[in-house]
């Protein structure tokens, strides 16, 4: 069973920056696409970043040139460092690994103040 654990959430204040971290337990990590969504009440979830077992990475568009997502596979961690940040960018950020089933963390909450 594939576990997905986030940290790094928090309360910063509109331009400034954070980093997000997930480690994954119970499967190998290597071959799998991992990534970043984000969920605020009463909207669907949206891709935030993506990033292939080759590193190729997909973007939303309303976070590019603002966030990078990297991978280490050696430690089977996936981040994503948010800079310039937005009060619309405030939600509970949902860690994800795509093998043949989709995997959530339990999410971490990031919110930016005005």
């Known amino acids: 069973q594939v576990q997905l654990v986030e940290s790094g959430g928090g309360l910063v204040q509109a331009g400034g920056s954070l980093r997000l971290s997930c480690v994954a337990s119970?499967?190998?990590?290597?071959?799998?696409?991992v990534g970043w969504y984000r969920q605020v009440p009463g909207k669907q979830r949206e891709m935030v970043a993506l990033?292939?077992?080759?590193?190729?990475?997909n973007y939303g568009d309303s976070v590019k040139g603002r966030f990078t997502i990297s991978r280490n596979n050696v430690k089977s961690m996936v981040n994503l460092q948010m800079n310039s940040l937005k009060p619309e960018d405030t939600g509970v950020y949902y860690c994800y690994l795509n093998s043949a089933s989709e995997f959530w963390g339990q999410g971490t909450q990031v919110t930016v103040s005005s």
């Open positions: 119970g499967s190998r990590f290597l071959p799998f696409t």
């Open positions: 990033i292939s077992r080759l590193g190729n990475t």
